[in-house]
Nanobody, 122 residues
Framework: QLQLVESGGGLVQPGGSLRLSCAAS????????IGWFRQAPGKEREGVSC????????NYLDSVKGRFTISRDNAKNTVYLQMNSLKPEDTAVYYC???????????????WGRGTAVTVSS
């Protein structure tokens, strides 16, 4: 069964850090671009970051630039999202998704995880 599983979410105070993981099973992530998305309560889902299959091309949502870092370890079949200096507005359910192409784009993500909740609050 092909699936993505996110982990690492939780409750953190403003200014804190979390590292999200996206682990694949049933397929290898080597040839897929991987995106992280989030959806806050009452808001539409938005793309947070994406990394190409080889890791050479990365993009970020403007509001997370300088605070979030995406990376991948193809040997572990896992993609990470390091989130630093978290703000209350980062509160959302975070999803990872795999795109059956090597480069990032806004759409075309075939496989999705179920998400991990991140709450930033004091």
């Amino acid at each position: 069964q092909l699936q993505l599983v996110e982990s690492g979410g939780g409750l953190v105070q403003p200014g804190g850090s979390l590292r999200l993981s996206c682990a694949a099973s049933g397929f290898t992530l080597d040839y897929y671009a991987i995106g992280w998305f989030r959806q806050a309560p009452g808001k539409e889902r938005e793309g947070v970051s994406c990394i190409s299959s080889g890791g050479s091309r990365i993009n970020y949502l403007d509001s997370v630039k300088g605070r979030f870092t995406i990376s991948r370890d193809n040997a572990k079949n896992t993609v990470y999202l390091q989130m630093n200096s978290l703000k209350p507005e980062d509160t959302a359910v975070y999803y990872c998704a795999a795109r059956v192409f090597s480069v990032c784009a806004s759409g075309g993500y075939e496989y999705w995880g179920r998400g991990t909740a991140v709450t930033v609050s004091s």
